[in-house]
């Protein structure tokens, strides 16, 4: 692992390493070097200068509300903004409870987007009303209940998983 200013420059081990992580972080780091032919140690070197680098940034278990008796709806918000407000709306958006990932984004006009989960549509629009339209510079709110999940993953450091093209 090498770093160039922001940026760093990870080996073919490290990436290895992290795709393994990622398949399962409970791996122990010699189960890990086993795998890749390495010492544990080495493993161990490397999982912590990505985490002190900041290239691992949180080991976590995705769990599924549903299958514990959680029922959840989720809905997509895209939050229309004075542009001056933009980035203050999306850092208060941030600090919800309830709200899963903020980011800001440009199309036609600068907008802030919001995925967001709730036990019913009784506590969305509470919420809603509540928390995000008195928001100083909230221009427009657009809510989706999301219907049906057809995927939903987060990065891998597999390239070919990430980039590859639809299988036919």
Known sequence: M???GQEISLDELDKQILRLLQENAKQTYGEIGAKLNVAHSTVYDRIQKMEHSGVITKYEALVDAEKIGIPLITAQMTITA???????IAV???RFGQVLEVATSFSEELVITVKVVAKDQAELHSFV???VAPLP???RIRTAIVTRKYKEERFNISPEKNLSRQKE
Do not use: C, Q
């Not at 004075?82 to 203050?88: A, F």
């Open 2 to 4: 090498k770093s160039k």
């Open 129 to 131: 009303a509540r928390s």
């Open 92 to 94: 208060k958006m941030a």
């Open 82 to 88: 004075d542009p001056k407000e933009t980035e203050n």
């Open 137 to 139: 510079g909230v221009l």
